[in-house]
Each structure stands twice: as structure tokens, then as C-alpha cells.
């Protein structure tokens, strides 16, 4: 058998987004395999000690150990570069350990962070009730208004993180305005793009510095396991990203990087055909006379429409209904689909559905849930894979009984 291994496949990096989600990234063994291999291994052997020696001298000298690096992982690391055309990727075990990574990088003691008010529920902990512990001062601003972003940064910020669109509202950012007033104010920009993906949105070209990912999401997109991107500069992951990774440890299995390697060969597929029916249930539900509001940025009644148009390619996948009735009306709603499963996960091939106020965002209290624009008759609503005709009958039928 021939054992030369083979050269990586550069020249991908240069190629359209559909043929870098396919091939970006993949080093093939001696043993020429076909689909990516599966290093599910924790360490790595040296055939003396010598090269023990010169692996741990220098980063670059062969495989150590799974936390520091792993084979499978640096594949899907280097596929999620070459499809965003970031310098560098890392990635996590979780979103959240993503999230956390990117901010504890960030800052120190005596630092503050502004971010939007309309965050992920765990992001909003980490933000308001974890760094506080640590001497880090956190200040919310509605994500939509540029003068509380102006104002919030008008004393200097570490760090400036925000989700565009937000979850559950939808609720845009303007990413290139806030990057503007951020790096003015000396700040850095994390940006969260979990709902938009890298197909439908890029922040790092509207001037973002760091864009982190729940891989968990659209990325494996079929509700399997969870993992977690950092995409940034090189100076910031190897500086500061990865030493924080390495010896803390949120490493993200070699067998999950492997699942969300193929996940990613079908993400551009997927969110055409999410957006395509996201676009056709929103437009059908907004004449509905039982939803009282429909919020989806590739709809001409999105209160940031013109924004989403300057920084979105489509819609996604992802929309926010008003049930008419309030919470009685949502739970009828939600009960009678037969295709919408209810699940606090996203991005999946199955329409899932959740209703905030008594799941998600059950612990804020009324008066900020009010704030952002969560109401007792709201729904969140992932729409899937299925055929949009079935969807669309489903949720006919089930109106027929709110
Ligand atoms: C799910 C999610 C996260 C957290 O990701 P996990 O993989 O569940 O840790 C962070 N931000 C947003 C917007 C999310 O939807």
C-alpha cells in the first residue's frame, strides 16, 4: 500500500461557497478514504522520545493530545475558516462554551461589556451575572437603537457582543454602525450568528472582529450533538483564544467534529430550502386572521427590513409568531400541529416550535420580557426540512382549532 500521505486540498479555499462545504478542510490519510476520518483518539504516540521532544517545542511538530489538537477537529476548524474567510477558527464542545471562550479572552478585571439586551438566555447569565463576579462591568442597550450604543460606549468597552437576529425576536443589529462605534470606543466585536449562519450572513465583512457559532444549530442541523466556533483574527486565537482553550479545556469531541463535518456538506442545501419555506409560512401566517404578528427579516413588515436587505442574503430558517389570544391561543396552537415537534433546539431537518415566555425565557421577569417584545401568545418557530405544503396544511388546520 502506498503511504505517502496525500498534500491538503488548498486550492478549495479559493472556490465557491458550495464546493468549500464540501471539500474545505479535508486532509486524507495515507489510507485515501473517501469521507473525512475519525481520529477518536486522546493522545498520540512517538516512535522515540526524541520526537516526544520536538512535538512539545514546537505547536506545529504532529499531534500531542486531543485537548491541544486533533485531526478530525482541524478539519472541521479549517472547513469553518475557509467558509467564512476568517483567519482563524477554534472550536468548542458547546455554543456556549464558545460564547464563553471569546469573552474570557477578552477581558480582565476593571473591564466592561456592552451587549444587546436581546441575548440567549445563557449569554445573558454569562454576561450579567458571571463576569460581575470577576470585576466586569456589563451594560444592556436595545439592539436597534444606535444612540444607546453610542451612549453605552461613549466611556470606552473591552467588548461589545450582540445577536443579529436575535433569538426569539428576530431583532436585528446594525452590525457595520455598532462595529464602527465600538472600535471607536476600543472595543472588540463579538458577534453571535447563530440565527443568520454563515450562509446568510457574514460579520466579519460588515466589520465584526470575532463571530462565534452554536454548531449544535443549523451546522449539524439534524439535532444530533452539540458543538461550538470561534472565528477571528490570528493574533486573537492564537494570543489569547487558544491558550484559554487549551488549558481549560471545553474541547469539542473528535467524534462531534466529524458529525458536524457533514453536517456542513449539506448546510448550503439546507438553508435554501429552510429560508424558501421560512419565507412562504411567514408570508402565509401574516395574513392569517388568527396571528396578531408575524417577525421574519425576509418579510416586507420586519421593522428593520431595509437592514435586512443591507446585511442578509435571505431570510433563514427562523421566525417569531404572535398567536391571537394570548397564551391560550399559542398552547392550542402548538398542541395541534402534528408537524411542528416542541423542543428548545433549532436549525433542525424537523420543524420545531417553543413558546418563550414559559420555556426559554420563563426566569425574566414579565416587565423585561415585555421589553423585548415577548408576549404571552409568542412563538418561536424553526422551520425544518419537511415539504412546505405539509407545513403549510398543518398549520392550517391547527388555526382552525385557536
Ligand atoms: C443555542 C444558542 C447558543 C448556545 O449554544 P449551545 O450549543 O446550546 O451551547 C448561543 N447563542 C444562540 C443564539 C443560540 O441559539
Not at 446594525?174 to 465600538?182: E, Q
Amino acid at each position: 500500500m502506498d503511504t505517502t500521505p496525500l498534500p491538503p486540498i488548498t486550492a478549495i479555499r479559493d472556490m465557491r461557497i458550495d464546493t468549500r462545504l464540501v471539500r474545505g478542510g479535508t486532509r486524507r490519510s495515507p489510507n485515501r478514504e473517501t469521507c473525512e476520518a475519525l481520529y477518536l483518539t486522546s493522545g498520540f504516540v512517538y516512535p522515540d522520545a526524541e520526537s516526544a521532544e520536538a512535538a512539545f517545542a514546537g505547536p506545529e511538530e504532529g499531534w500531542i493530545y486531543t485537548r491541544f489538537g486533533n485531526p478530525t477537529v482541524a478539519m472541521l476548524e479549517d472547513r469553518l475558516r475557509q467558509l467564512e474567510e476568517a483567519p482563524a477558527a477554534r472550536t468548542t464542545a458547546t455554543g456556549m462554551a464558545a460564547v464563553f471562550a471569546a469573552l474570557m479572552a477578552s477581558v480582565k478585571s476593571g473591564d466592561r461589556v456592552v451587549a444587546s439586551r436581546a441575548l440567549f438566555g445563557s449569554c445573558h447569565y454569562v454576561v450579567t451575572r458571571i463576569l460581575p463576579r470577576f470585576g466586569v462591568e456589563t451594560r444592556l442597550v436595545d439592539p436597534g437603537d444606535l444612540d444607546q450604543w453610542r451612549d453605552a460606549l461613549r466611556h470606552g468597552a473591552a467588548c461589545v457582543l450582540f445577536e443579529t437576529p436575535s433569538n426569539p425576536m428576530l431583532d436585528l443589529v446594525d452590525v457595520r454602525a455598532v462595529a464602527d462605534l465600538a472600535h471607536a470606543a476600543g472595543a472588540r466585536v463579538i458577534v453571535d450568528n447563530v440565527f443568520a449562519t454563515p450562509i446568510e450572513q457574514r460579520p466579519l465583512k460588515l466589520g465584526a472582529d470575532v463571530v462565534v457559532y452554536s454548531a449544535t444549530k443549523h451546522i449539524d442541523g439534524q439535532g444530533r450533538c452539540l458543538g461550538g466556533a470561534v472565528l477571528a483574527d490570528e493574533r486573537f486565537v492564537i494570543d489569547a483564544l487558544q491558550p484559554f482553550l487549551r488549558h481549560t479545556g471545553p474541547t469539542l469531541s473528535p467524534f462531534n467534529a466529524w458529525v458536524l463535518l457533514k453536517g456542513l456538506e449539506t448546510l448550503g442545501l439546507r438553508m435554501e430550502r429552510h429560508a424558501r419555506s421560512a419565507g412562504r409560512i411567514a408570508a402565509f401566517l401574516a395574513d392569517h386572521p388568527k396571528i396578531a404578528s408575524v417577525r421574519y427579516p425576509g418579510l416586507d413588515s420586519h421593522p428593520q427590513r431595509a437592514l435586512a436587505r443591507r446585511q442578509m442574503r435571505r431570510g433563514g430558517g427562523m421566525l417569531a409568531i404572535e398567536v391571537a389570544g394570548g397564551k391560550r391561543g399559542a398552547f392550542r396552537f402548538a398542541n395541534g400541529l402534528r408537524l411542528a415537534d416542541i423542543s428548545p433546539n433549532l436549525g433542525d431537518a424537523k420543524t420545531l416550535l417553543a413558546h418563550p415566555a414559559t420555556t426559554t425565557h420563563a426566569n425574566v421577569d414579565a416587565a423585561e420580557r415585555k421589553r423585548l417584545g415577548i408576549a404571552d401568545g409568542s412563538l418561536r418557530l424553526s422551520i425544518g426540512l419537511e415539504d412546505a405544503d405539509d407545513l403549510l396544511a398543518d398549520m392550517e388546520q391547527a388555526l382552525a382549532r385557536v
